[in-house]
């Protein structure tokens, strides 16, 4: 006769070196906070330099460099909604039964990503921006202009300097079209990435592939694209820092502006340091909303 031998569960050692490398770091963590606030404080409350005006500089820069954050949002906000229906495109293209349109977005995919985006930027606006503007007379300001004045709202882009708009749509293209190439990428392997019986299960009850594209693949893919493309619009935020080459002024190049023309470098590096804390505030918060939305998506599964 066989007896069975109940053993005692035994629960799992806690690994302690786990646990002290955890206390190390939000040791070194806290320390790095008290340390940035001191140093904050310590020019803060510090009159470095006193403007002409009589009033200290902290006045002044704030107020604009909130200003040129608004700018790079905007210019990262539109980017990325035009570089979401390049993605769109591309991905169609990547997943058509047609090989003409699989090379065609294959092409597009790999060059993009093959080459730097400043060499991008530089050949949009240097390049193409030249080309249609001597064979076509493009002209992307009274092409803006003229739509705004239809929709009786020409007020918005009539002061504003026609050389400096140019570099804006270009850039604002530019940017679109790169990040439309890693975009490409994400929503085609998003929508692979859905069992196939989804799709067999959705035709099956009648739906067309349209309506099981829409109402079913779709929504599944958005939930598992939402990460990647969070953290590329937080990239695309950073790179449009890159715009200040083409003469667009956003907030590095606000920030470079202010702290040019200081002579002391300590000054300099706390200005870079103060203009680096805006895009870190603006990139958190999106890191924040991005934790948020992933976890009540993910809620049903």
């Not at 035009?82 to 092409?107: D, E, H, K, N, Q």
């Not at 708009?165 to 929508?191: H, M, P, Q």
């Not at 870079?272 to 870190?280: H, R, S």
């Amino acid at each position: 006769m066989e007896q069975t031998v109940v053993r005692p569960d035994s629960e799992p050692k806690p690994r302690r070196w786990l646990v002290m490398f955890d206390y190390l770091f939000y040791l070194l963590l806290l320390l790095a906070i008290v340390g940035l606030a001191y140093y904050m404080y310590y020019y803060l409350s510090t009159p470095l330099i006193v403007t002409l005006t009589g009033k200290l500089p902290m006045v002044i820069w704030v107020p604009i460099l909130l200003q040129k954050t608004g700018t790079t949002l905007f210019i990262s906000l539109v980017s990325m909604v035009l570089a979401t229906v390049f993605g769109f495109i591309g991905a169609a293209g990547r997943l058509s039964r047609f090989a003409p349109f699989r090379w065609l977005a294959a092409i597009y995919v790999e060059v993009i990503r093959g080459t730097p985006i400043l060499v991008q930027l530089l050949f949009w606006y240097f390049g193409v921006a030249q080309i249609l503007s001597i064979s076509l007379n493009f002209d992307p300001y009274a092409l803006i202009y003229n739509f705004m004045t239809l929709l009786q709202s020409n007020s918005v882009v009539a002061n504003i300097d026609a050389s400096l708009f140019d570099a804006f749509f270009w850039g604002i293209i530019g940017l679109s079209f790169n990040y439309g190439a890693y975009l490409t990428e994400v929503f085609r392997s998003g929508v692979e990435s859905v069992d196939r019986g989804q799709a067999e299960a959705a035709l099956s009850l009648g739906l067309n592939s349209r309506q099981t594209m829409r109402r079913v693949i779709l929504p599944q893919a958005l939930r598992i694209t939402l990460p990647p493309l969070t953290n590329y619009f937080i990239t695309l935020i950073q790179d449009s820092a890159l715009l200040s080459i083409l003469g667009v002024t956003e907030l590095e190049q606000q920030i470079s502006a202010l702290a040019v023309v200081q002579n002391n470098s300590n000054i300099k590096l706390f200005i870079y340091v103060f203009g680096a804390l805006y895009y870190f505030v603006v990139c958190f918060s999106l890191a924040l909303l991005a934790r948020f939305l992933e976890s009540r998506f993910s809620k049903a599964y």
